[in-house]
């Protein structure tokens, strides 16, 4: 998988001409490292003596945040899979009628999924905002800045996802379909701005 | 150096109770990440017939971005150095007066360069910005979301690493370094927020 490469050929193969890994792979690369670093306030915080009020809220959210990191790790990969099932598609052959229709038919498909993908890594990134205020309000001080590392790599996360998704809905024909996910993209902008916000103005430096 | 590592294993290490690799590392790591899509931007530009015109400026681009990359990724381990050296000089004896001293003093030098590599990380990110503004708005247009991207790690670059010169300004007894420094900071702060605002205005989806 595009994890198990290190961080300097997988950073060498986004800047390449291959377009994946693209802006959606690395969408879930900035999910995974915030949860990473709220997984690092946590770790921080569990064992000592002034943070025990708090110690079962941290473990609860080391727990989570580290299962959101293997899942956003493996949305780096979907991601570009989605992108190369895209490609394929357009690789079908188009000779005949039927061949034209199941060509169209593939490529509306594929497309969905292409969309369906960065709104899983946007809704999952948003979903670390939750912890990531806990850890900032409650976390070892000492670690506060890296709480608010956390929450603007999580917004970026999401807005780059929702980017993704939107590119995408421009190619699908099924205005159901789109209607839909703009109404989610739209929501998911809105409360990944409004919550990073909201997490910074808690982060105090002294 | 920690970009050798997988990407799985780099995060896996943010997110233990080490405090190294932290916020600082990450700026470094999601600078690193901005030039990498940047400079895929270029390469996609490259060589197209379309955008003949602008193929000079943008194998300028992808050369100074590239140099880029390889400081940030250097930056990710100068980071976690200087946090080591200050954990190291609160760990020297402090017996005699001039222990003491000799400590105190190590620490203040100790903290300026563990201001100073984080301010060097905003710097480096922020020059990105110019070359995203270029490739959004004259780089191919298949890949504006990615440049979209560049931006918003670029910002998240910024501001991670100013978050992480604000912290070690608290620790520092050199009155003029810290205005010099602060006065630094408040302008990239502003800046950095500006020009990624400037450029996603500027990426239209349809």
Known sequence: ?????SVKGFLQET????????????????GATAAALTSMVSNLTIGKKKYEAVEETMKEIRDRVDAAREQLIDLIDKDADSFNGVMACFKMPKETEEEKAAR?????QATKEAAQVPL???EKAMGLMK???????????????????AAMMARTAVLSALYNV?????????EAFVKEMAQKVS????AAQVQEKKILEQVKLD
């Open 166 to 174: 939107k590119i995408n809905l421009g190619g699908i024909k099924d």
């Open 187 to 190: 929501e998911l902008e809105e």
């Open 15 to 30: 800047a390449s001409d291959a377009p994946v890994p693209g802006g959606g792979s690395i969408a879930a690369m900035s």
């Open 104 to 108: 169209k038919d593939a490529i509306q």
């Open 131 to 149: 912890d990531i205020e806990v850890i900032v309000q409650s976390g070892n001080s000492n670690a506060v800045t890296d709480g608010a590392v």
């Open 120 to 122: 899983e890594i946007a």
């Open 1 to 5: 998988m595009l994890a198990d490469k």
